[in-house]
């Protein structure tokens, strides 16, 4: 699940860094360099993980399911969070300067 979640975000952050213009003057880059960091980790241990309980890989219980969607959720608020504050370093419109 938290492959799939990450890999969500990083084709999302991927087409909007691709399609807007704006998006590329804010950073977005940053998300999708983040994001598919972040894919190819879980991918990765998806891997290992299945070779190590091979078929019973594929039937995770409920329990494990919602902890992998919060685990998903919060890499993908944490790569906000990081994002957000790399854009306020930056200041690409110099708003915190004026």
Same mark, same amino acid.
């Given at each position: 699940?938290?492959?799939?979640?990450?890999?969500?975000?990083?084709?999302?952050?991927?087409?909007?860094?691709?399609? &807007?213009?704006?998006?590329?003057? +804010?950073?977005?880059?940053? /998300?999708?360099?983040?994001? =598919?960091?972040?894919? %190819?980790?879980?991918?990765?241990?998806?891997?290992?993980?299945?070779?190590?309980?091979?078929?019973?890989?594929?039937?995770?219980?409920?329990?494990?399911?919602? &902890?992998?969607?919060?685990?998903? +959720?919060?890499?993908?608020? /944490?790569?906000?969070?990081? =994002?957000?504050?790399? %854009?306020?370093?930056?200041?690409?419109?110099?708003?915190?300067?004026?």
């Amino acid at each position: 699940m938290t492959l799939l979640i990450t890999v969500f975000a990083a084709i999302f952050s991927t087409i909007l860094w691709y399609v &807007n213009e704006k998006a590329r003057f +804010l950073k977005i880059g940053i /998300l999708c360099y983040e994001f =598919w960091g972040a894919s %190819l980790m879980w991918f990765v241990d998806a891997v290992y993980e299945y070779l190590e309980f091979r078929e019973a890989y594929f039937s995770p219980s409920g329990q494990d399911m919602l &902890n992998d969607t919060f685990l998903g +959720l919060s890499v993908i608020a /944490l790569g906000l969070i990081i =994002w957000l504050i790399i %854009l306020l370093l930056k200041d690409p419109k110099h708003v915190i300067k004026k």
